[in-house]
């Protein structure tokens, strides 16, 4: 085994004082790791020619934008956090992420696509993410002990930023669960991995996904983070204020939630034109 570096494990000591998740940490160290093979050296040694030459390099690769603004990020926090260059964080230029509105089911499509997964875990899993608007991470880290069943209640733990948050129990997921239960038997985490003592994989959720996604004969755009966006949709196009949704989804700023708002066809249809307030006359008196 590989001794750790003074410089690596001090990223590492750097990123647990600000209490930043496992995942981000992991992400982070990758995406330095990633600078540092580019060029064939330590990455204290490199500058803002070579960041800049690194993001060209990636964005040539057709890395994602949310991909590369994720390795933006950790070189910011490398260089400003870490090395403690104060002035050479803010001129690593984030990517301009293309506006895209998100794919939404509709309600049949949503039942095609949750018939398709073979596996009743998996299918269980995926329900109860488009049932309580959670992110795929949420759903595989769901806990027995999470699902209050009195209060009609589902408790999220450490979700996104390391945030708690409370969102709706559906009576039908509630009875699904039960059933999921019976047949199953899970002690302590709702959906355990092939080890029982560990949750199920995010990439075991995205497989079933994708396989549903191709049974069902849906876009290949369809994620698990669809179902996100069709549970958010959905309750707007039903009525349910969006400052709840905001609350329901975890979102810290509204704007966040708010484009919804451009993907509810409903929610277009059914908002009154000013002019049907008025008494007008179509044709002109002669």
Known sequence: MMEMSPLRRRMIEDMMIRNLSQATQQS???????????????PDRLGLEEVRAFQVHLASTGISWPALNQTVCALRFFFGVTLGHEDLP??????????????????????????????????????????????????ACLKLGDIDSERG???????????????????????????????????????????????????????????????????????????????????????TDIRIIQVLLGHNNLSTTARYTKVSNALIRNTISPLDRLTLEVVPPD
Not at 32 to 40: A, E, K, Q, T, Y
Not at 97 to 114: A, D, Q, Y
Not at 225 to 234: G, I, K, Y
């Open 153 to 239: 209640v589902i408790c999220v733990k450490h979700g996104k930023g390391g945030k708690d948050r409370t969102v709706m129990l559906s009576p039908q997921l509630l009875s699904i669960l039960r059933t999921y239960w019976r047949l199953r038997r899970p002690d302590v985490w709702l959906f355990p991995g092939r080890d029982e003592a560990r949750p199920i994989g995010v990439n075991v959720l995205h497989s079933a996904c994708r396989f549903a996604r191709d049974a069902a004969s849906l876009d290949s755009d369809v994620t698990m983070h669809t179902l996100r966006h069709s549970f958010a949709t959905h309750l707007l196009e039903s009525g």
């Open 90 to 139: 803010e001129r690593i230029a984030y990517a301009r992420t293309p506006s895209k509105l998100p794919r939404v089911l509709s309600g049949e499509e949503i039942v095609r696509f949750l018939e398709a997964v073979p596996s009743l875990k998996a299918r269980t899993a995926l329900t109860t993410a488009y049932a309580a608007g959670l992110r795929a991470a949420e759903v």
């Open 28 to 42: 982070y160290l990758y995406a330095v790791s990633r600078l540092s093979r580019h060029f064939g050296q330590s």
